[in-house]
Every structure is written in C-alpha cells, then in structure tokens.
C-alpha cells in the first residue's frame, strides 16, 4: 500500500490550497480516506473524513473552511482549504482504510505535505 501526499506550499493568510492524496497498490480495498496534520508543538490531530460512500466529517476547527471531496473507485481524495490561517500551518498527512476481505485490516498513512500560512 502507497499513499502519496501532494499540493502543500506557502499561502498568505486568507489564501487557498488543494491537497491532493492517492493510493496505489493492489490486494486490498479502500475504506475511508481522510487528513490530519500535526501542526507545531502538537500531536497529530483529526482534520476531515470521507468514507467510501461519500459521507464526510470535520474538526470544528476547519469545519466551514475545509472540503473533503474524492473519488473512491481511483482511491484518491482530495483537501480544498480556503481562508487559511496561520494556526492552520502544519503537515499535512493522509491516511487511508486498508480492507482485505471485507474487514478492515491496517491504516496506511502518507509521508505528509507541508502547509505554511504565513505573510
């Protein structure tokens, strides 16, 4: 399994980026596919999930800002940030469902991708 991140940079305050996160691989199945991010002098935390059937939920902190979209047939999601702040600074990393067999086996995570919002 390969999850590969990609899309961080550098945004003013008030600017947008689209994350963009694919798995590759074969033997397995895709359940939900969502990001966390672990920002400075935090622990990784939940950002947004979207299951295989298209049902999503946010943190309260981007909830409004952010939008988890994706196609699960080519296993890819993506994250559109609009008004970033610069709380919002962080890396940025994908994980997804691993299902063998109809039961969820493993969480696969990406390397991350770096967001930074800063003037």
């Known amino acids: 399994v390969q999850v590969m991140e990609s899309g961080g940079g550098l945004v003013q305050p008030g600017g947008s980026l689209r994350l963009t996160c694919e798995v590759s691989g074969s033997g397995f199945n895709i359940g939900a596919m969502g990001w966390y991010r672990q920002t400075p002098g935090h622990q990784r935390e939940f950002v947004a999930v979207r299951s295989s059937g298209g049902v999503t939920n946010y943190a309260g902190s981007v909830k409004g800002r952010f939008t988890i979209s994706g196609d699960s047939a080519r296993r890819t999601v993506y994250l559109q940030m609009n008004s970033l702040k610069p709380e919002d600074t962080g890396v940025y990393y994908c994980?997804?469902?691993?299902?063998?067999?109809?039961?969820?086996?493993?969480?696969?995570w990406g390397q991350g991708t770096q967001v930074t919002v800063s003037s």
């Open positions: 994980n997804a469902g691993v299902v063998r067999l109809g039961r969820p086996v493993a969480d696969a």
